[in-house]
């Protein structure tokens, strides 16, 4: 069974400790798990909702994962039919090499996506993120669940989106 739980003092530690092997770090776009958390308290502090949780299986931490609640008005997307809209951003998402290949990423991110889906922050239209353009994996996970890529590309990472109503509409990847 997968739970998303919160990262509170008895479980930080766990949390710092989780690794991907050495030929995913490129993947994970430089952040630590450790930044990763200390920027969650950071967008919390300046009023962006942010949600970082520890991924069990089985009560085995085996992951973690980030997501917040803002508006997507980064420059890259001032074209796009999403902009400055409130949106849920996954930030981060990594299972430990000791855990991979397992299918637990998979049911962490749908249990991700099914907290997202009750809009715990307020209303959104889509969910988005980035991954990295190398990360095959990622690629074809994210398309399993619904999202598309937009064609932005921002420093080797591909953007991309999914509609929370489940209607992906051609304006959106243009």
């Known amino acids: 069974m997968i739970e998303l739980r919160k990262i ?6 766990e949390v710092i400790a989780l690794d991907v092997e050495e030929n ?14 200390a920027d969650a308290h950071m967008l919390n502090t300046d009023g962006i909702p942010a949600s970082p949780l520890a991924i069990y ?13 803002d508006t997507t008005d980064h420059e890259s997307f001032q074209n796009e039919v999403y902009y400055g809209k409130k949106a849920y951003f996954i930030w981060h998402f990594m299972i430990d090499k000791r855990y991979q290949g397992k299918g637990y990423g998979k049911l962490a991110f749908e249990k991700m996506l099914a907290d997202i889906e009750n809009l715990p922050y307020g209303e959104s239209q889509y969910v988005d993120l980035f991954y990295h353009k190398n990360n095959v994996i990622a690629k074809e996970l994210y ?15 591909v953007h991309a989106i999914k509609n929370l109503d489940g209607k992906i509409t051609e304006a959106v990847v243009e």
Not at 8 to 13: F, H
Not at 57 to 69: R, S, V
């Open 57 to 69: 299986a089985n009560n085995t931490m085996i992951g973690f994962l980030m997501y917040i609640y």
């Open 24 to 37: 995913q770090k490129e993947f994970i776009l430089e952040t630590t798990n450790l930044r990763c958390f």
């Open 143 to 157: 398309a399993s669940l619904g999202f598309v890529e937009t064609g932005i590309i921002q420093d080797n990472s």
């Open 8 to 13: 509170d003092g008895d479980n930080i530690d």
